[in-house]
């Protein structure tokens, strides 16, 4: 019995994953066992790929032509150069585009699935049904989904997800964009999530932007959380992360301007600043719109939306500690009293979406140090996943001068060495 055990331990040990290589301009065997002989498009890469493969793609834009249907665990990387090398998707920008005219990403399966996407740009999806760059879920059992380095940007579709939806699927966003999707629904059905549709596990989002999506359109009644909309059954943390300028339209009911929940979340060092709305109605309901459950509102920024207030339905609860809400004196910790006249927050410059902090803002060192999570995803690549989360949205310290400050942008404390030993 034992003998069998190691057997069955050895031989999955020596299961390595391999990489399948992507490449448009390659001219060789299409094959994708070398950048030499890379496949030139994803789609028949990923047939190729085995269940836990790596599938690296050069620099350039794919246009696929259809959606990449994912059934298997795989990791899709981009932002190399055609040849090889490092990653650098600055330099080496992948672009995976749907042309408007399909999905770009989709995995809808029995579950169990492991998928990374890391170092790609997804755009110009367009879907008539859920999610219209990226759709990862399953009715079956959990997948695990990773978006790392990853821009989600300029797609549609007239259910909920513009640019992601979710389901099923334990998922970390970390040091991502996700900007100017659109989830427009027809009037009968309500319109959920520009950016992201989220439900049924946990998501992480950190470090990351969600700015200048849409959810709803002059024909539709009721539209939620333009930026993230969260269904049920979900458990979500956003830390040192902007929700910034997305839009809600409605005919009835506008709820969350920014981000609407049926979910337990907790937003630290995050601003949710910019939102609006587009509405014939009065009635609109928040900037963050909850329900039934818990909203943590910690070391964040509420201001310069439409409305700047947390909405509370169904015996939704609130706390928020450590944080500036603009004109209001929220119940809670050591928060900011923004109620006083002629009160400034001390934004950075006359651009007032520029949320960075001057030196002499109050919220400068008004955060709680014990409020921030621990490097989970290691979001400065040293190996060290124990430490506390060490970057704000800039990647600059999170921690800088004596204590941590309030919103996604840290103010750096210049640090004077007093001579040289
Ligand atoms: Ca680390
Ligand atoms: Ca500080």
């Not at 599938?55 to 040849?83: N, V, W």
């Not at 921030?372 to 040293?382: A, E, T």
Request: charged share 10%.
């Amino acid at each position: 019995m034992k003998i069998i055990l190691i057997l069955i331990l050895t031989s999955t040990f020596v299961v390595k994953a391999s990489v399948v290589f992507v490449d448009k301009n390659a001219t060789g065997n299409n094959d994708g066992s070398s950048w030499a002989d890379a496949v030139i498009s994803i789609s028949p890469a990923v047939t190729i790929a085995a269940s836990g493969d790596e599938i690296h793609i050069a620099q350039g834009t794919y246009l696929e032509g259809i959606q990449i249907d994912i059934t298997k665990s795989l990791s899709l990387i981009g932002g190399f150069s055609t040849g090889g090398g490092a990653q650098n998707t600055v330099q080496f920008e992948t672009i995976i585009n749907g042309n408007d005219s399909h999905r770009v990403i989709n995995s809808h399966t029995a579950g169990g699935l492991t998928i990374v996407l890391d170092g790609l740009t997804i755009r110009h999806g367009n879907s008539t049904t859920l999610g219209g760059g990226v759709l990862i879920g399953t009715s079956m059992g959990v997948n695990t989904l990773s978006i790392n380095n990853v821009q989600i940007m300029s797609n549609q579709t007239t259910q909920y997800g513009g640019g992601i939806f979710v389901s099923n699927t334990n998922t970390s966003i970390t040091k991502s964009l996700i900007f100017g999707n659109t989830a427009s629904s027809i009037s009968s059905v309500d319109a959920k999530g520009g950016g992201i549709y989220f439900e049924n596990s946990d998501l992480i989002i950190s470090n990351s932007r969600i700015l200048g999506n849409k959810s709803g359109s002059s024909n539709t009644n009721n539209s939620y959380g333009a930026g993230i909309y969260i269904g049920d059954l979900a458990n979500v943390k956003i830390t040192n992360s902007v929700i910034n300028g997305n839009n809600l339209s409605c005919k009835q009911a506008c709820n969350g301007l920014a981000f609407a929940s049926g979910s337990d979340v907790t937003l630290v060092n995050s601003n949710v600043t910019f939102n609006t709305y587009t509405s014939i109605s009065s009635v609109i309901n928040g900037s963050i719109f909850m329900s039934e459950n818990t909203i943590e509102f910690f070391n964040s920024i509420i201001s310069h939306n439409n409305f700047d207030d947390i909405h509370l339905e169904n015996g939704a609860v609130q706390v928020v500690n450590n944080s500036y809400i603009r004109y209001a004196n929220p119940v809670g910790n050591n928060n900011i009293d923004a109620t006083v006249i002629g009160f400034d927050a001390g934004f950075v410059g006359s651009n007032i979406s520029n949320f960075h902090l001057l030196s002499t803002s109050i919220l400068v060192g008004a955060g709680d140090d014990s409020l921030l999570p621990l490097d989970d995803f290691d979001i400065d690549n040293d190996g060290d996943f124990g430490e506390t989360i060490p970057l704000d949205l800039d990647s600059n310290l999170r921690i800088s001068g004596a204590s941590v400050d309030i919103g996604a942008y840290e103010f750096q404390v210049l640090v004077f060495y007093d001579g040289f030993e």
